[in-house]
């Protein structure tokens, strides 16, 4: 099978109500919120193709809210599941964040008079530490508080926010370009990649400009 008859079939998988489809996305969501362990651009692409495909008549706009749907279920599961975790060892998981909190990266950010007047155990708090990659650490820190309610809802707002992010701009290129499967694929995967490696570039200098000594040095 070539590259070109996998990436159709693919799509066409994607494109219709298809069991095994479903049951992938909600795997994959879930094992990211249990162990952390994800398959770079398979979300993403899924939901820029998906996109593409509703703004092109190509998939049902129905189809695709179900798909989000299964995908949110295997957060929601996933993250319910780590959070008994938390609440076995509620002890060990709080003095894990209070490192994290006062010996890491982490602490200049805890005590900021910004974030310091932002209430941590909001939905919309463990929405945005969730996309500052300290998901895990915030669900096992919740199921220590005993906070199931906030940290579903909490995953509720990140993954809808995610998902829709992607569909859109999909949707978007989907009514400004048509495209074969094997373009879109390979348009959408080189996107993502500079998307990375800006993301990347930009930690770096924002890391550097932080670790940068104060010139000291005065005029004679």
């Known amino acids: 099978m070539d590259f070109e008859t996998l990436i159709n079939q693919s799509v066409a998988m994607l494109s219709e109500f298809n069991l095994v489809v ?19 651009y398979l979300l993403e692409t899924a939901w ?3 996109g593409y495909q509703v703004a092109n008549g190509e998939l ?6 179900l ?3 299964v995908a949110q279920a295997g957060r929601q599961i996933g993250a319910l599941a780590l959070s008994r975790l938390g609440m076995v060892g509620s002890g060990p998981i709080e003095r894990f964040i209070t490192f994290l909190r006062t010996r890491t990266p982490l602490k200049k950010m805890s ?3 910004a974030l310091q007047r932002i209430n941590l155990y909001s939905p919309f708090a463990i929405a945005v530490g969730r996309f500052m990659w300290l998901r895990i650490p915030l ?3 919740m199921g220590a508080k005993r906070k199931t309610k906030v940290l579903m809802l909490g995953v509720l ?3 809808l926010f995610y998902d829709a992010l992607y569909v859109i701009f999909g949707a978007v290129v989907g009514k400004v370009f048509t495209l074969n499967p094997v373009q879109m694929v390979i348009i959408f995967t080189g996107g ?11 930690q770096q200098v924002i890391s550097r400009l932080k670790n940068k000594p104060p010139n000291t040095s005065r005029g004679v």
């Open 22 to 40: 479903l049951l992938v996305l909600f795997g994959v969501c879930f094992i990211s919120e249990t162990v952390g362990l994800t398959i770079p």
């Open 48 to 50: 820029l193709m998906g």
């Open 60 to 65: 049902s706009l129905w189809l695709l809210i």
């Open 67 to 69: 798909l989000i749907l």
């Open 111 to 113: 005590e900021s008079p």
């Open 139 to 141: 669900t096992l820190l």
């Open 157 to 159: 707002i990140s993954g």
């Open 192 to 202: 993502l990649t500079l998307l990375y490696i800006g993301t990347f570039a930009v």
